[in-house]
């Protein structure tokens, strides 16, 4: 897949990776409605795994997508909101938490920090974006930290994020019996698609409007 170098590219691609998973989930749905009774039920259980990996897998596609976009622009931190700084450091500092350094090596860390407006953001960390193959509220309310986003946006869906698709997603793979109703089918359907919108949403807004960039940074 080419780089999202324009506003009107990483909008195509987040929006062409979107639309595929949210065929597949709907092709689903026809199956389930088609399915006889004892077909529906493993069809349900399905529908469930592949809405979970569809939410977790377009937060990290888009996620890294918004990144790269704003990377391949170049723009020094100090032109950039505070979060990118931020970013920027925060694997540093989770290395500090596991590690023993010098005093020595923590004064070089201060003199980098206080350094590095200037350098440029031309690099996308996984790190920040690391679902950790269960992506509950609080791991994707990380992610938006990093992103820039609002999670106040997403709270209302925080149950049905942990509960219904995260927490059944597991017993599922995990070979337990969970069952999934027939009349559940379209809200788990159409809440997922809704989550993965509102977040492929957000994240075009801050491209359009350029609100990766820092208050005194000029347009």
């Known amino acids: 897949m080419s780089k999202p170098y324009s506003e009107s590219e990483f909008s195509a691609q987040i929006t062409a990776d979107r639309n595929w998973r949210i065929r597949e989930i709907s092709d689903l749905k026809l199956a389930i409605k088609r399915g006889d009774g004892n077909m529906r039920k493993v069809l349900l259980r399905a529908l469930v795994a592949i809405c979970y990996a569809h939410w977790e897998g377009y937060v990290k596609f888009s996620a890294r997508k918004y990144f790269e976009h704003i990377a391949l622009r170049k723009i020094p931190y100090s032109a950039l909101d505070r979060q990118f700084l931020r970013n920027y450091f925060l694997p540093r500092l989770a290395a500090l938490a596991t590690s023993k350094i010098s005093v020595a090596e923590r004064c070089t860390?201060?003199?980098e920090?206080?350094?590095c407006s200037e350098?440029?953001?031309?690099h996308?960390?996984?790190?920040?974006i690391n679902t950790k193959a269960n992506l509950n509220f609080n791991v994707f309310a990380d992610i938006c930290l990093v992103c820039g986003v609002s999670v106040a946006l997403f709270e209302d869906s925080s149950t049905f994020i942990d509960v219904?698709?995260?927490k059944r997603r597991n017993s599922i793979a995990h070979g337990e019996d969970t069952m999934v109703a027939f009349d559940d089918m379209d809200d788990i359907a159409e809440n997922?698609?809704?989550?993965?919108r509102s977040f492929g949403n957000e994240l075009e807004n801050r491209v359009v409007l350029q609100?990766?960039?820092g208050?005194?940074?000029?347009?």
């Not at 997922?192 to 993965?196: D, F, L, R």
């Not at 208050?215 to 347009?219: E, R």
């Open 109 to 111: 860390l201060v003199d």
């Open 113 to 115: 920090v206080l350094d």
């Open 119 to 122: 350098r440029r953001f031309t």
């Open 124 to 128: 996308v960390n996984d790190d920040l």
């Open 164 to 166: 219904i698709l995260l």
């Open 192 to 196: 997922t698609i809704g989550i993965m």
């Open 211 to 213: 609100a990766y960039k």
């Open 215 to 219: 208050t005194q940074a000029p347009n």
